[in-house]
């Protein structure tokens, strides 16, 4: 699973890392969020035709959008709830089948958090979870695999600005064996050589799009445990991402 990321890369580095044009993406500042979590709003790349031009050949955009992936058909915005889609079925559920085929979308992302329950108890007796923090150990990004899908409010104006509702889902896959021990699934990603054919809404040979997604690399993730405060998403700042201090064992 992946339920809280970090993303810290600023606009300009992201146009330049994915070769987008200023003038294709909103004009929406990008602030570093190091706690992003379901039903925010986030940078998210994709390859769609200008807005202005819809039979001109797709281009590839950086928008902000809603992590939680309404499908288009469903008859409310139930936000929040599909954050991950399943590597081994996203192509066959209904929630997901037509968006893999046309509607793909790379989430670029500085790490992710996991948590693992420990002894310790809460005030209210529950077992305390420990938060880990995964990153590159090479690179500043990680592009994860995502979805994303269009959905209109129906109860509103056909000139009303607000009736459609964009939102974005992350693959996961099962984990890596240095991964496992922190979380059975973990996040897809998308090489850069794949990124042009990933996000190629003309795309649409399923077996081939699915040869594409990966996971990171085994020993490709730093994995250190970090404060508890990341459990808060009112939290967010860059003291999130600290490790915490290895405690010395006894005797030392």
Known sequence: MCGRYASTRSRGDLLKDFEILDEATDDRSVEPDYNVAPT?????????????????????????????????????????????????????????????????????????????????????????????????KVGQTLPLAGLYEFWRDKTRADDDLDRWLTTFTIITTEATDDVGHVHDRMPMTIDPEHWEAWLDPHNDDVDAVRALMAPPLPGSLEIYPVSTLVSNVRNNGPELLEPLPVEPKAGD
């Not at 081994?88 to 089948?97: D, G, I, K, W, Y």
């Not at 790379?106 to 002894?119: D, K, L, N, S």
């Open 40 to 136: 925010k709003e986030a940078p998210v790349v994709l390859s769609r035709p200008p807005r202005d031009a819809k039979d001109a050949d797709p281009v590839r955009q950086l928008r902000h959008l809603t992590w939680g992936l309404v499908p288009s058909w469903s008859k409310e915005a139930k936000l929040g709830r599909m954050i991950n889609a399943r590597a081994e079925t996203v192509h066959e559920l209904a929630s997901f089948r037509k968006p893999f085929r046309s509607r793909r979308a790379i989430v670029p992302i500085a790490g992710f958090y996991e948590w693992i329950p420990t002894q310790k108890k809460t005030p209210s007796g529950r077992k305390q979870k420990q938060p880990f923090y995964l990153h590159p």
